[in-house]
């Protein structure tokens, strides 16, 4: 399989479920900006969306967005726990979840990255963006991850999508059950391992 995928993007939530999965594939960078591949191609000829992450399958089929390509990716590895078995309540929840952060942090975060958006308007996205999190704090308290004890797809979104308050400038340091979730789960192979693949470890 290839990941196509830009450092620090959302691509990086597929990209560690793929290395928790420890199923083989191959990373092709997508510039997000020029929407070129490192040989020059043209990105949108690979995903008209001209978004990461794209998953191309082994028999050169495609798959975009996000949060279904990391459940494929579970599926792929029904023994990693990534995630519960399809039609059970337990898959429900990690769903449930993905849906969340996709709707409620994801696309709140993207004006914040916008150049065009009115300076004006930042704070509104920010003060949405932190209330959202905190409600996700609480959800944490007593448990390890999202749904309990075992690390999901959706704990992968999810540490994703709350790093990047730090390069928007919104304070999480008062959210100590989310602050250890981002520890715990930073602390994990694969995604120490995913972290530097990007370029993202200092």
Same mark, same amino acid.
């Given at each position: 399989?290839?990941?196509?995928?830009? @450092?620090?993007?959302? &691509?990086?939530?597929? $990209?560690?479920?793929?290395?928790?999965?420890?199923?083989?594939?191959?990373? #092709?960078?997508? &510039?997000?900006?020029?929407?070129?591949?490192?040989?020059? &191609?043209?990105?949108?000829?690979?995903? @008209?969306?001209?978004?990461?992450?794209?998953?191309?399958?082994?028999?050169?089929?495609?798959?975009?967005?996000? @949060?279904?390509?990391?459940?494929?990716?579970?599926?792929?590895?029904? +023994?990693?726990?990534?995630?519960?078995?399809?039609?059970?309540?337990?898959?429900?929840? #990690?769903?449930?979840?993905?849906?969340?952060?996709?709707?409620?942090? $994801?696309?709140?975060?993207?004006?914040?990255?916008?150049?065009?958006?009115?300076?004006?308007?930042?704070?509104?996205?920010?003060?949405?963006?932190?209330?959202?999190?905190?409600?996700?704090?609480?959800?944490?308290?007593?448990?390890?991850?999202?749904?309990?004890?075992?690390?999901? #797809?959706?704990?992968?979104?999810?540490?994703?999508?709350?790093?990047? +308050?730090?390069?928007?400038?919104?304070?999480? &340091?008062?959210?100590?059950?989310?602050?250890?979730?981002?520890?715990?789960?930073?602390?994990?192979?694969? #995604?120490?391992?995913?972290?530097?693949?990007?370029?993202?470890?200092?």
């Amino acid at each position: 399989m290839k990941l196509y995928y830009s @450092p620090g993007a959302c &691509s990086l939530s597929p $990209h560690i479920v793929l290395r928790e999965a420890g199923l083989p594939f191959e990373l #092709v960078l997508a &510039s997000t900006k020029t929407k070129k591949l490192a040989d020059g &191609s043209d990105y949108n000829l690979i995903n @008209p969306k001209s978004q990461v992450p794209t998953l191309e399958l082994n028999d050169g089929q495609r798959l975009t967005e996000g @949060p279904v390509i990391v459940q494929y990716i579970a599926d792929q590895a029904p +023994t990693s726990g990534l995630a519960p078995a399809a039609g059970s309540m337990a898959r429900y929840r #990690v769903m449930e979840w993905l849906n969340f952060i996709t709707s409620e942090l $994801h696309k709140t975060f993207s004006p914040l990255f916008n150049p065009a958006t009115p300076a004006d308007a930042k704070p509104l996205f920010s003060a949405r963006v932190l209330d959202r999190l905190t409600w996700v704090d609480t959800q944490l308290e007593g448990k390890s991850y999202l749904t309990g004890d075992t690390f999901t #797809v959706a704990d992968a979104y999810l540490f994703v999508v709350t790093n990047w +308050t730090k390069f928007v400038g919104i304070d999480i &340091s008062g959210l100590k059950n989310l602050g250890a979730f981002m520890g715990r789960v930073a602390a994990r192979p694969a #995604v120490q391992a995913a972290l530097k693949a990007e370029g993202l470890l200092n």
